[in-house]
Antibody, heavy 119, light 110 residues
Framework: EVHLVESGGGLVQPGRSLRLSCAAS????????MGWVRQAAGKGLEWISF??????????EYAASVRGRFIISRDDSKGVAFLEMNSLRTEDTALYFC??????????WGQGTLVTVSS | QSALTQPASVSGSPGQSITISCTGT?????????VSWYQHHPAKAPKLIIY???KRPSGVPDRFSGSKSGNTASLTISGLQAEDEADYYC??????????FGTGTKVTVL
C-alpha cells in the first residue's frame, strides 16, 4: 500500500527555519515526483512545491509565495522528501501535506504536519 | 498565479445531481488537460477523485464525473449521497510549470 508520513512540524518563531520530512513507502520512490501542499486554518489548499526524480534532473518548482525561502529536496536512497522552510512568516502557519505526483495530479496525500509560526 | 474560481458552496438533496465549476485562464485550465479534483473531509487527507479532466481513479464511484469547456472545468456528482458532503477543490497544471488550486467548494447534502 502506498503511504506518505509527514513529520517535523511544530511551533517556530518568525524569521526562523524548520525542516519537514515525508517518508514514503509502497512504491518505487525514485520514479515519482514529490511535492507539498498546505492549508491554513479556514482557508483553501495551496500548492507549494514539487521536485522530479533524478532521471528527470530533480527539477524543482515553487509557488511565488515561498520562492526564495523554501527549498525542496529528496533522498531517493531513503525514500524521503524534505521541505526546508526559511525566513518563516506568520502567514506560513498551516497544515502541510506531502503529495506524490502522478504526474499531473496528486495521489496519495499524507495526513499532514502542522506548522505554527508565532512569537 | 491566481487561484482558480469555484463557487463557495453548492447544495443538493440525496439522489440529486450537482455541478461544481472551476474557472481559470488559457494559461491553466484552458491550456492543458491536466485538471484534477479532490474531495476533502475535515481532519482527513484530501482524496483524488478525478484526474486529466474526466478520468476516475480505481475505487472512485462512477457518480463522480468531470468535464471541461474552454477555461472552465466542471465536476458533477450524480445521485448525491450523504457521504459526499465535503469540500471539493479543482487543480490545474499551468504554463509556468506550476500548479494552482481552486478556491474550494463546500458541498452540503440537505
Amino acid at each position: 500500500e502506498v503511504h506518505l508520513v509527514e513529520s517535523g512540524g511544530g511551533l517556530v518563531q518568525p524569521g526562523r527555519s524548520l525542516r519537514l520530512s515525508c517518508a514514503a513507502s509502497g512504491f518505487p520512490f525514485g520514479d515519482y515526483a514529490m511535492g507539498w501542499v498546505r492549508q491554513a486554518a479556514g482557508k483553501g489548499l495551496e500548492w507549494i512545491s514539487f521536485i522530479t526524480g533524478k532521471v528527470y534532473g530533480e527539477t524543482r518548482e515553487y509557488a511565488a509565495s515561498v520562492r526564495g525561502r523554501f527549498i525542496i529536496s529528496r533522498d531517493d536512497s531513503k525514500g524521503v522528501a524534505f521541505l526546508e522552510m526559511n525566513s518563516l512568516r506568520t502567514e506560513d502557519t498551516a497544515l502541510y501535506f506531502c503529495i506524490r505526483l502522478g504526474p499531473n495530479w496528486f495521489d496519495p496525500w499524507g495526513q499532514g504536519t502542522l506548522v505554527t509560526v508565532s512569537s | 498565479q491566481s487561484a482558480l474560481t469555484q463557487p463557495a458552496s453548492v447544495s443538493g438533496s440525496p439522489g440529486q445531481s450537482i455541478t461544481i465549476s472551476c474557472t481559470g485562464t488559457s494559461s491553466d485550465v484552458g491550456g492543458y488537460n491536466y485538471v484534477s479534483w479532490y474531495q476533502h473531509h475535515p481532519a482527513k487527507a484530501p482524496k483524488l477523485i478525478i484526474y486529466e479532466v474526466n478520468k476516475r481513479p480505481s475505487g472512485v464511484p462512477d457518480r463522480f464525473s468531470g468535464s471541461k469547456s474552454g477555461n472552465t472545468a466542471s465536476l458533477t456528482i450524480s445521485g448525491l449521497q450523504a457521504e459526499d458532503e465535503a469540500d471539493y477543490y479543482c487543480n490545474s497544471y499551468t504554463s509556468s510549470n506550476t500548479y494552482v488550486f481552486g478556491t474550494g467548494t463546500k458541498v452540503t447534502v440537505l
